[in-house]
């Protein structure tokens, strides 16, 4: 399973393609208000900007692995777009929780 994350970071992309990861990191230890069974891993993804609602506080955008995903993103992420608009290649840093449940 997969929790619906937090964007740290939204800006043009430089560099890459879509769906291209620069950086993927498991963190051990949760954050704060997830669920504990979850761990967490942040990931950096060169991606086409789907999405920007405002007055929820979401983006939504394709990850690497073809699921479409829709985050909350930090008050500052909405508050400094940096010239980014829908259709836009960007690259967005972002927070999920996962789990995987094992059967014996």
């Given amino acids: 399973?997969?929790?619906?994350?937090t964007a740290t970071y939204l800006g043009k992309a430089t560099q890459g393609r879509p769906g291209e990861v620069f950086a993927e990191v498991a963190l051990n230890a949760g954050l704060p208000g997830w669920?504990?069974?979850f761990g967490v891993r942040e990931v950096t993804i060169t991606t086409i900007l789907a999405n920007l609602d405002r007055s929820a506080g979401t983006i939504t955008f394709e990850g690497a692995d073809g699921f479409v995903?829709?985050?909350?993103a930090e008050p500052k992420v909405l508050a400094d777009l940096q010239g980014?608009?829908?259709?836009?290649?960007?690259?967005?840093?972002?927070?999920?929780?996962?789990?995987i449940n094992t059967v014996n």
């Fill in 1 to 5: 399973r997969v929790l619906p994350g």
């Fill in 84 to 99: 980014v608009e829908l259709g836009d290649l960007c690259q967005i840093k972002y927070f999920e929780g996962i789990t």
């Fill in 69 to 72: 995903r829709t985050v909350k």
């Fill in 35 to 37: 669920p504990q069974d």
